[in-house]
């Protein structure tokens, strides 16, 4: 397919188990997994922002990051050391220029 871009991914099993979060580390499970450690594909750039390039995270990462950019990400990171600890309704920070 001429034109479409690929995907930088990290060898991996195709469901993510046994790899690790991009931001916490923690080993992560199955896709299935009803877990927070559950393995996910996280835009690294938002979607929403025109971000194509993905690689694996855990669930509780990937929500509580949802359409942050990664230096607003590693901002939030650093302020919050247990970030993945965080109740995922409660902890993504207002967007700039976006009404709450």
């Given at each position: 397919m001429a034109g479409k871009k690929k995907s930088r991914r990290r060898p991996m099993a195709s469901n993510g188990k046994g790899a690790s979060c991009i931001y916490c580390e923690r080993v992560l499970e199955a896709t299935t997994s009803l877990s927070s450690t559950a393995a996910t594909r996280d835009h690294l750039h938002p979607r929403s922002r025109g971000g194509t390039l993905k690689d694996w995270?855990?669930?509780?990462?990937?929500?509580?990051?949802?359409?942050?950019?990664?230096?607003?990400?590693?901002?939030?990171?650093?302020?919050?050391?247990?970030?993945?600890?965080?109740?995922?309704?409660?902890?993504?920070?207002?967007?700039?220029?976006?009404?709450?």
């Open positions: 995270c855990c669930k509780a990462c990937n929500g509580i990051k949802g359409d942050m950019l990664l230096e607003d990400w590693r901002a939030f990171m650093q302020a919050n050391p247990k970030w993945w600890k965080l109740d995922v309704r409660n902890a993504h920070p207002p967007i700039k220029g976006r009404k709450p």
